[in-house]
Each structure stands twice: as structure tokens, then as C-alpha cells.
């Protein structure tokens, strides 16, 4: 790909382009809120900083208490941190998680003038490539979900949570 530069992400949403990802801003985990009760977890955000706003957003609506955690990518791992951080704070979190593999599509111009100095648009067409990228979306709720539901795991034992985070 040394001859082509990126034309744009098929993937690339608007809030994306708003919260400065392109840029290479780091968003903060409340930006990371794509709607109420839902984290959209990106490998620039702090692990503390999720857990935190998770923490809040279960206390803050005791009458739901339900938060969605979401990521893409390499981001996966980090999704699944925070959850099982999240169930080991909050006592009686049932949790029900989905996998799925999103795809993207990145479009990929010739350059106009090669390293040589000399023009190689004419030899080069544009390139589209597409991608497959892991997703997860793990649901935490308070109230007690189906244990029939796919991907469902009971709440942990009451001496296995911490409150404070201590041990």
C-alpha cells in the first residue's frame, strides 16, 4: 500500500468523526456513551475511567439498572475487563453476552506522485478492502434476566464481590 492513501471507512459513523477519532483525539469515556446506559469501550480510554462511569450509571438508575458495555476490535478485551471488573463491585450483576463480527470497508486512492517523483496514476485503479472485526456486547443488569437467554451468566456469589475494590 505504499503507492495509495486512505480515501475513507465505510465503518466511520458520524459520532466517530465528532468525537475527533479521525484526529486522533483521545474521547473521554462519557463521549464513549452512545446512548443512556451504554459504554462504547475504544483502546484510548482508561480501564478506571470505564469502571467508573459504569459504576455510576448503575447507581444513578436503580429503577432500570441496566448498562450495556460495547466494544470493536482490539477493544474487545478491554470490554470484557470492565465487565467482570463491574461484577466483582456490584453485588447480583446477571450478565448476558454477544459476539458478532462487523465488517468494514476501507477505500484506498493512488497517490498522485510516487516516491521516484514520477506519476503513477495512471498505472493504479482504487482499491476497496474489506474487513471483519469481533464485537461484543455485554449486558449487565441488576434485575434478574431469562437464564434461558443465550449467553447468559448468573450473578457471582456475595463473597466473591467487592464494593471497594480492595482485595
Known amino acids: 500500500m505504499d503507492f495509495f492513501v486512505r480515501a475513507e471507512d465505510s465503518e466511520m459513523s458520524a459520532d466517530d468523526i465528532a468525537m475527533g477519532v479521525e484526529q486522533g483525539v483521545i474521547p473521554t469515556p462519557q463521549a464513549m456513551m452512545t446512548s443512556p446506559n451504554t459504554i462504547r469501550i475504544t483502546l484510548n480510554g482508561k480501564l478506571h475511567s470505564y469502571v467508573a462511569v459504569g459504576r455510576k450509571l448503575l447507581e444513578a438508575s436503580p429503577e432500570t439498572g441496566q448498562l450495556t458495555v460495547k466494544g470493536e476490535g482490539r477493544a474487545v478485551t478491554k470490554a470484557i475487563s470492565v465487565a467482570e471488573i463491574l461484577k466483582h463491585r456490584v453485588h447480583g450483576l446477571h450478565q448476558v453476552t454477544t459476539i458478532g463480527m462487523a465488517t468494514t470497508r476501507e477505500y484506498w486512492d493512488p497517490k498522485p506522485v510516487s516516491p521516484d517523483g514520477t506519476s503513477s496514476t495512471a498505472m493504479l485503479d482504487s482499491v476497496q478492502v474489506s474487513r471483519k472485526?469481533?464485537?461484543?456486547?455485554?449486558?449487565?443488569?441488576?434485575?434478574p434476566v431469562d437464564p434461558a437467554t443465550l449467553g447468559y451468566q448468573p450473578p457471582l456469589p456475595h463473597t466473591e464481590v467487592d464494593p471497594d475494590g480492595t482485595s
Not at 469481533?134 to 449486558?139: A, D, G, K, R, S
Open 133 to 143: 472485526i469481533p464485537t461484543v456486547e455485554i449486558l449487565l443488569s441488576l434485575a
